[in-house]
């Protein structure tokens, strides 16, 4: 069963940093793509970075040069280093991963249950 599970959240100062993080069970981390999304109450759950097994990134326009997503497949753990906060980075932080269950690329997604992050003065 994949369980992750997410630390780090935690009330910043514009302009401050948080690193969080999401311990993944078995080798989920150094298999699969795994991201952090986040929400913000009564909007959609959105992409903020996702890196692949592989080691490519992507990340949300509104985070670019301010967020970085790593891997730790040592100890099957993602991070997300934020710099930089802002107001507006305020929201649930959710752990994601996919996993591809058949040959035929079906895959699952499976999501932690989120740490807040709240940026304010």
Same mark, same amino acid.
């Given at each position: 069963?994949?369980?992750?599970?997410? @630390?780090? #959240? &935690?009330?910043?100062?514009?302009?401050? /940093?948080? !690193?969080?993080?999401?311990?993944? %069970?078995?080798?989920?981390?150094?298999?699969?793509?795994?991201?952090?999304?986040?929400?913000?109450?009564?909007?959609?759950?959105?992409?903020?970075?996702?890196? @692949?097994? #592989? &080691?490519?990134?992507?990340?949300?326009? /509104?985070? !670019?040069?301010?967020?970085?997503? %790593?891997?730790?497949?040592?100890?099957?753990?993602?991070?997300?280093?934020?710099?930089?906060?802002?107001?507006?980075?305020?929201?649930?932080?959710?752990?994601?991963?996919?996993?591809?269950?058949?040959?035929?690329?079906? /895959?699952?997604?499976?999501?932690?249950?989120?740490?807040?992050?709240?940026?304010?003065?």
């Amino acid at each position: 069963q994949v369980q992750l599970a997410e @630390s780090g #959240g &935690g009330l910043v100062q514009p302009g401050g /940093s948080l !690193k969080l993080s999401c311990v993944g %069970s078995g080798r989920i981390v150094s298999r699969n793509t795994m991201g952090w999304y986040r929400q913000v109450p009564g909007k959609e759950r959105e992409l903020v970075a996702r890196i @692949s097994s #592989g &080691g490519s990134r992507e990340y949300a326009e /509104s985070v !670019k040069g301010r967020f970085t997503i %790593s891997r730790d497949n040592s100890k099957n753990t993602v991070y997300l280093q934020m710099n930089s906060l802002k107001p507006e980075d305020t929201a649930v932080y959710y752990c994601w991963t996919r996993v591809v269950v058949n040959v035929e690329g079906a /895959s699952v997604e499976h999501w932690g249950e989120g740490t807040q992050v709240t940026v304010s003065s």
